[in-house]
């Protein structure tokens, strides 16, 4: 029961986050992508392609706090395995464009560890039986 708390709340803790920095990325890109690590902001027509970031991070965090509210339980672990690739390839592109390396593993890959240990917590789950259903209604 406390491992589907915990799966339940990095889920909807990392949704709303990655929401909140994809906004922030179609709000104020350049501000915004100071902090992701790397060694240059893009300026001038090239800041478009942060709008594009902050697309990919409001749509990733929707599609999780969708499968979450449906209930959608193993789905979301898989989503979440699966969105982990995100923050991993993130740290791996600061690192390689030698970036700040705090930012790298202390963001990204922190992220990418949270984000998989949800969804390995997810796909754990065992689905609630019919006997637990009735328990908990009563």
Do not use: C
């Not at 915990?6 to 104020?28: E, H, K």
């Not at 395995?81 to 791996?92: I, K, Q, R, V, Y």
Request: proline share 4%; hydrophobic share 55%.
């Amino acid at each position: 029961m406390i491992t589907s708390r915990i799966a339940t709340a990095l889920s909807l803790l990392g949704g709303l986050f990655i929401i909140y920095v994809g906004i922030n990325y179609l709000i104020v890109p350049e501000a915004t992508a100071a902090g992701f690590g790397l060694p240059a902001v893009p300026e001038g027509d090239a800041v478009a392609f942060l709008n594009l970031k902050g697309v990919r991070d409001v749509v990733s965090g929707l599609v999780i706090l969708g499968l979450l509210a449906t209930e959608q339980r193993f789905a979301l672990g898989v989503a979440m395995l699966a969105t982990s690739l995100t923050p991993f390839g993130d740290m791996a592109t600061v690192l390689s464009w030698h970036g700040s390396t705090a930012t790298a593993l202390g963001v990204h890959g922190f992220t990418a560890v949270l984000v998989a240990l949800a969804g390995v917590l997810l796909i754990r789950e065992r689905p609630a039986s019919a006997a637990d259903r009735r328990l908990v209604v009563a």
